[in-house]
Nanobody, 117 residues
Framework: QVQLVESGGGLVQAGGSLRLSCAAS????????MAWFRQAPGKERELVAR????????SYVDSVKGRFTISRDNAKNTVYLQMNSLKPEDTAVYYC??????????WGQGTQVIVSS
């Protein structure tokens, strides 16, 4: 089993920054990808950013390009999401996601981000 522990959410004013962290632990596994999803009230969960573990390739949803940066620390099995120039529409619960090889997707418990206008 894999455990994901997220941290770094909170309340911030529009234009501010937050950094989310997600540490993976548990049974021996090989990470294929880690990602951040978010879900705002009344909306579907959406993929925000993803990183491929072996080569660091990244992808982002269009609405966060140029503002958010996903990165990883291989030694710590930790993924980060640096969020700059935050907007009220970024308000959501942010979930960490891990895809091992082999194995199913794993999810963190979620961390709340609130951006006030």
């Amino acid at each position: 089993q894999v455990q994901l522990v997220e941290s770094g959410g909170g309340l911030v004013q529009a234009g501010g920054s937050l950094r989310l962290s997600c540490a993976a632990s548990g049974r021996t596994f090989r990470i294929y990808t880690m990602a951040w999803f978010r879900q705002a009230p009344g909306k579907e969960r959406e993929l925000v950013a993803r990183i491929t573990w072996n080569d660091g390739a990244t992808s982002y949803v269009d609405s966060v390009k140029g503002r958010f940066t996903i990165s990883r620390d291989n030694a710590k099995n930790t993924v980060y999401l640096q969020m700059n120039s935050l907007k009220p529409e970024d308000t959501a619960v942010y979930y960490c996601n891990l895809k091992p090889l082999p194995g199913p997707f794993y999810w963190g418990q979620g961390t709340q981000v609130i951006v006030s206008s």
